[in-house]
């Protein structure tokens, strides 16, 4: 499967805003968006000519780094929203948003999403008492999300549960901390998803141009 191996921190300022793909870092005077607050490259610091075009393939790439999903990938996730019935932008970001690895990272037991991703993919995580290492597994309304017993003694998580009772846990989950679980209440609406600052309609335009 392809990866990205740069330095994530590139995407945000790329972007001009902070995408929180280096957990705490992020929080501190070290990101290096706060110190060069413009795009990265020789011609970083440079007039760029926005386009229609541009403005819409900005929103899909912030969308796309945001939740760390690859081209293809996204792809499908558009294909399957436009399928659905309501709105097509709602229903890509619920898809997103119901990804495993942003719901550990929406419970706290990740300081970030890359973070949460790992913690999946290194069987940490499990679904309904079961191990599950697939980040992009789509989580339900009922489903219990859970640290897996004999994995709760590492330092990384038991950091975050402890930070993660100061977070606001979004109000389609609810978290029971002691238990290392959480569980989907519901598919989240998309006013709950405020902290995603993107503009789905003109991802949907990209992508019907």
Same mark, same amino acid.
């Given at each position: 499967m392809?990866?990205y191996?740069? %330095?994530?921190?590139a #995407?945000c300022? +790329?972007?001009?805003?902070? &995408?929180?793909?280096?957990? =705490?870092r992020?929080?501190t005077p070290k990101?290096?968006i706060e110190r060069?607050n413009?795009?990265p490259?020789?011609?970083?610091?440079g007039?760029?000519r926005?386009t229609?075009?541009s /403005?819409? &393939?900005?929103e899909?790439?912030? &969308?796309?780094? *945001?939740?760390?999903?690859l081209?293809r !990938?996204?792809?499908r996730?558009?294909?399957r929203?436009?399928?659905?019935?309501g709105i097509?932008?709602?229903? /890509?970001m619920?898809m997103l @948003?119901? +990804? &495993?690895?942003?719901v550990?990272?929406?419970l706290?037991?990740?300081s970030s999403r890359p973070?949460? +991703?790992q913690l999946?993919t290194?069987? #940490?995580?499990?679904?309904?008492?079961?191990?599950v =290492? *697939?980040?992009?597994?789509?989580v339900?309304?009922?489903d219990?999300i %859970?640290?897996r @017993?004999g #994995?709760?003694d /590492?330092?990384? *998580?038991?950091?975050?549960?402890?930070?993660a009772?100061?977070?606001?846990i979004?109000?389609w989950?609810?978290?029971n901390a002691? !238990?290392y679980?959480g569980t989907v209440? +519901?598919?989240?609406?998309r006013?709950?998803? !405020? =902290?995603v600052?993107?503009?789905?309609n003109?991802?949907?335009?990209?992508? %019907?141009r």
């Amino acid at each position: 499967m392809a990866r990205y191996t740069e %330095s994530v921190c590139a #995407h945000c300022r +790329r972007e001009g805003l902070k &995408l929180y793909l280096k957990g =705490d870092r992020c929080y501190t005077p070290k990101c290096p968006i706060e110190r060069r607050n413009y795009a990265p490259g020789q011609h970083g610091q440079g007039r760029r000519r926005e386009t229609e075009y541009s /403005l819409h &393939l900005r929103e899909k790439q912030k &969308l796309r780094r *945001i939740y760390g999903v690859l081209e293809r !990938q996204f792809r499908r996730y558009y294909g399957r929203a436009i399928r659905r019935r309501g709105i097509t932008g709602v229903a /890509l970001m619920q898809m997103l @948003e119901l +990804r &495993l690895d942003n719901v550990v990272y929406r419970l706290g037991f990740g300081s970030s999403r890359p973070q949460a +991703r790992q913690l999946v993919t290194h069987g #940490h995580i499990a679904v309904n008492g079961q191990k599950v =290492d *697939i980040p992009s597994y789509q989580v339900r309304a009922g489903d219990v999300i %859970s640290v897996r @017993e004999g #994995h709760r003694d /590492l330092d990384v *998580i038991k950091q975050n549960i402890e930070k993660a009772q100061g977070r606001t846990i979004p109000a389609w989950l609810q978290l029971n901390a002691e !238990q290392y679980s959480g569980t989907v209440l +519901r598919t989240p609406e998309r006013e709950e998803i !405020q =902290d995603v600052p993107v503009r789905e309609n003109l991802v949907v335009e990209f992508y %019907s141009r």
